[in-house]
């Protein structure tokens, strides 16, 4: 058979893409995750970058030997058909409440980057999906392979400045104190069991309609091994930044410091990554939605709005820190289950 390494990047750069939402484009979720332990959280993204390979990997594969149409039909196998009900249930909220974080995140730039209203942000976000989700989302991957390149390019751009700097040795090996430093032991595992948990609402129809098995394992290897050079370019940026939990957007601040000439179209990037992965989020929040409730789109996709809108009220970091490691440790069960459960031995 013919190995098709064109289908294979394509599917890495839409895992990229589905993983690197607004709190890993504005450096938050990275911050909150690992940067703040230091040294310590340099190891865990490297245990971090080794699970999304090979669980990012299996989930794709997974999903076309048992032929999943939806992460629900997935779940179903994992957990099985009562438990997989409710671990959809589940699935919805965290989806809503990663939606609000989006929205947030999207007001956080226009507060602390732009000297605008956050709600503002906000607004004006709502109002351009719905735009494209009412006339159609053709646009949206062509967005998306433009955003994903440009992210991968600023953060290898900024770790190439921040590794030159003086003291990037002792920044690299400094443990700072944390109260709850146990985290920085437990992140790798939560980590990736929130972005493949939420993930796989994109991942799981993807990897089915493609079916072939070589193609898959592939796209995932290369979109998992993307991922961690991300993290890691980041993680070195980062550390180099004083008080870094202190800023809603940290990767903003650093661009604007070290390399002013590219800060602008930086901020643009990640609002862009945001837009595009709100969009994302509740186009799949009103497919499942529509399970349950005999509702029309609009009304849909209105309601979601409103529940998100009034969420990201709360202050961004405050928001992603408290939601994200969360839905983090909720997912750990469907990463033990994805881990344990054995990939069947042929495509159906």
């Not at 310590?40 to 594969?61: A, C, T």
């Not at 000297?115 to 004006?124: A, D, E, H, P, R």
């Not at 985290?183 to 972005?195: D, M």
């Given at each position: 058979m013919k190995r098709n390494w064109t289908a294979a990047f394509q599917i890495a750069a839409v895992y990229v893409g589905t993983v690197v939402g607004a709190g890993f484009a504005t450096g938050r979720e990275i911050v909150e995750f690992f940067s703040r332990f230091g040294?310590?959280?340099?190891?865990?993204?490297?245990?971090?970058?080794?699970?999304?390979?090979?669980?990012?990997?299996?989930?794709?594969?997974?999903?076309?030997?048992?032929?999943?149409?939806?992460?629900?039909?997935?779940?179903?196998y994992l957990f099985g058909k009562w438990a997989g009900k409710a671990i959809n249930v589940i699935m919805l909220v965290m989806l809503l409440g990663v939606s609000a974080v989006m929205l947030s995140g999207a007001g956080a730039v226009?507060?602390?980057?732009?000297?605008?209203?956050?709600?503002?942000?906000?607004?004006?976000?709502?109002?351009?999906?719905f735009i494209v989700m009412l006339t159609g989302t053709k646009g949206l991957f062509a967005v998306n392979s433009f955003v994903v390149p440009l992210m991968i390019s600023?953060?290898?751009?900024?770790?190439?400045?921040?590794?030159?700097?003086?003291?990037?040795?002792?920044?690299?090996?400094?443990?700072?104190?944390?109260?709850d430093g146990w985290?920085?032991?437990?992140?790798?595992?939560?980590?990736?069991?929130?972005?493949l948990a939420l993930a796989q609402a994109v991942l799981v129809p993807i990897a089915s309609e493609i079916k072939d098995d070589w193609t898959i394992k592939w796209g995932g290897i290369?979109?998992?091994?993307?991922?961690?050079?991300?993290?890691?370019s980041s993680h070195f940026t980062l550390i180099m930044l004083p008080?870094?939990?202190?800023?809603?957007?940290?990767?903003?601040?650093?661009?604007?410091?070290i390399a002013p000439f590219f800060y602008w179209i930086f901020v643009l990037v990640i609002y862009g990554e945001i837009f595009t992965s709100v969009i994302g989020n509740v186009f799949g929040l009103d497919r499942q939605l529509k399970q349950y409730v005999s509702v029309s789109t609009i009304t849909s996709i209105t309601g979601i709005f409103a529940v998100s809108y009034v969420i990201s009220l709360v202050n961004y970091g405050k928001l992603l820190s408290y939601l994200y490691p969360l839905f983090g440790y909720i997912s750990l069960i469907f990463f033990i289950l994805l881990w344990m459960k054995k990939l069947p031995s042929r495509i159906n």
């Open positions: 040294f310590f959280g340099l190891i865990s993204i490297l245990m971090s970058g080794y699970l999304l390979v090979v669980l990012g990997s299996k989930l794709m594969r997974m999903a076309a030997h048992i032929n999943a149409k939806s992460y629900q039909e997935l779940n179903e226009f507060e602390e980057q732009l000297g605008l209203s956050k709600n503002i942000g906000v607004l004006l976000t709502i109002f351009l999906s600023f953060s290898l751009l900024l770790m190439g400045f921040s590794v030159k700097m003086p003291h990037f040795i002792d920044q690299f090996l400094f443990i700072p104190h944390a109260d985290k920085s032991v437990v992140a790798p595992f939560s980590y990736t069991a929130l972005n290369l979109g998992g091994a993307a991922l961690t050079l991300i993290l890691l008080n870094l939990e202190s800023y809603e957007i940290p990767m903003a601040i650093i661009m604007k410091q």
